[in-house]
């Protein structure tokens, strides 16, 4: 369906970030699957990031690890973009 409402292109936009978003937090699960089931071995049985944070090398815990981590990075990086895009639209 094609209209030429300016709204809607807007719409259509921010839902296909959303699935963009959707499928690279999918991705970054699997990913976190992998190395979880490929990774350490008997040299390493977790992972400790920047001292704060311990996560076993585990299937399970690695996706989740990614997933979390992947949804965050791209929650900031939304929340930049529309806080741009509300100072752009304010000085016009």
């Known amino acids: 369906m094609t209209t030429d409402d300016p709204r809607d292109v807007g719409n259509s936009g921010r839902r296909l970030l959303l699935a963009l978003g959707g499928f690279v937090i999918l991705l970054g699960g699997v990913l976190g699957f992998i190395v979880g089931a490929n990774g350490g ?3 390493m049985s977790e992972l ?40 752009e639209t304010n000085t016009s």
């Open 41 to 43: 071995g008997d040299l």
């Open 48 to 87: 400790t990031v920047f001292g704060l944070l311990t996560v076993p090398l585990t299937p399970g815990a690695m996706t989740l690890y990614g997933m979390v981590l992947i949804t965050v990075a791209i929650g900031i990086l939304y929340g930049a973009v529309e806080l741009a895009s509300r100072y």
